[in-house]
């Protein structure tokens, strides 16, 4: 089973801007669409970006597209969300969780799994 490790996350004021990083325990994570997520405080879980096995196809939650980039490098078996121009709205527990297929369903997180623990970002106005 794929354990998923996120690191990264942390305090910013609005308009800053950090880079979350999910690795893998093992090789095979290269073949699975990726996906990163987030759970604001007394709110459910949105998805926030995917990216296919390849890194060739990604889908960006509307409220993040164009501020965030997510990518991925398979020889590091890493994915990373670039967060820039963040808002206090972008306040959450980011969590990454892997999908079943190389290609990305969506951002509905009923579609992955092996989530990991999360990593906290806390965006100040």
């Known amino acids: 089973r794929v354990q998923l490790v996120e690191s990264g996350g942390g305090s910013v004021q609005a308009g800053g801007s950090l880079r979350l990083s999910c690795v893998a325990s093992q090789n095979t994570y290269s073949r699975h669409c990726v996906g990163w997520f987030r759970q604001p405080p007394g709110k459910g879980r949105e998805g926030v970006a995917v990216?296919?096995?390849?890194?060739?196809?990604?889908t960006y939650a509307a409220s993040v597209q164009g501020r965030f980039t997510i990518s991925r490098n398979n020889t590091r078996n890493t994915v990373y969300l670039q967060m820039n121009s963040l808002k206090p709205e972008d306040t959450a527990m980011y969590s990454c969780a892997a999908g079943s297929n190389w290609w990305c369903p969506g951002l509905d997180a009923t579609d992955f799994g092996n989530w990991g623990q999360g990593t906290q970002v806390t965006v100040s106005k």
């Open positions: 990216i296919s096995a390849g890194g060739a196809s990604t």
